[in-house]
């Protein structure tokens, strides 16, 4: 099984629906991040937690919001969906150790219509 | 991120030709990441550097961050179709508003490799 699991792997929604995204680990990494990746662009960083009860927002989260359910699953929900939300989403990991890597999902395409 | 400035932003090589890709940073890097990406898909992990100097390679990629921490560049040797995708470098940093880190990319550089 794969370190950092995303699901759904795809899916297409249409606009004005709420969508969650779904991230669990198995590295036992207390840090867990959520991207956002457009064509063209590197990954931008849309919310960020540091433990269950330390949950940020990052470089773009307006019209999302997370829930850190555990250590070890952390979900990024857009509340109504647009079409501009259309992207790539990464959930990742670290151990918070300078020096240490960070373990990236196989990423989530979605497609708002 | 603005921060971090990739170039070229694409590159078309021919086989069994060397090409550079440079990271650069305004701001000194303490951890530069390079990652591969074939086109939509998962990140791969290729290298770490940390130290001013340092120098790491693995097959035919080698990576180098220069002495000032501020630039670093990848280098592939005589690519191969294999090699083609998106490459990103990713920057350990701290962030703004919080001062906790988390990586921060460029815009990558794609790349096509043709037979």
């Known amino acids: 099984d794969a370190d950092v699991t995303q699901t759904p792997r795809n899916r297409i929604t249409k606009t004005g629906k709420r969508i969650m995204l779904e991230c669990s680990q198995t590295?036992?990494?207390?840090?867990m991040y959520w991207y956002r990746q457009d064509p063209g662009l590197g990954l931008r960083l849309i919310y960020y937690?540091?433990?269950?009860?330390?949950?940020n927002k990052g470089e773009i989260s307006d019209g999302y919001s997370v829930s850190r359910q555990a250590q070890a699953k952390f979900s990024l929900s857009l509340e109504s969906a647009i079409p501009n939300q259309t992207a790539l989403y990464f959930c990742?990991?670290?151990?918070?150790?300078?020096?240490?890597?960070?373990?990236f999902g196989s990423g989530t395409r979605l497609t708002v219509v | 991120s603005q921060e971090l400035e990739q170039s070229p932003q694409s590159l078309i090589v021919q086989e069994g030709k060397n090409l550079t890709i440079n990271c650069t940073s305004s701001?000194?890097?303490?951890?530069l990441y390079w990652y591969k990406q074939k086109y939509g898909e998962g990140l791969i992990f290729l290298m770490m550097l940390q130290k001013g100097g340092e120098e790491k390679s693995h097959e035919k990629i080698t990576a180098k961050l220069d002495e000032k921490k501020q630039q670093s560049s990848l280098h592939i040797t005589a690519s191969q179709p294999s090699h083609a995708g998106i490459y990103l470098c990713?920057?350990?940093?701290?962030?703004?508003?919080?001062?906790?880190?988390?990586?921060?990319f460029g815009s990558g550089t794609r790349l096509q490799v043709q037979p």
């Open positions: 990713g920057a350990d940093r701290p962030l703004v508003d919080t001062g906790r880190r988390a990586l921060t």
């Open positions: 590295k036992g990494h207390d840090r």
């Open positions: 701001k000194t890097l303490y951890g």
């Open positions: 990742a990991t670290s151990e918070g150790v300078r020096g240490d890597g960070y373990t």
């Open positions: 937690s540091f433990d269950v009860k330390d949950i």
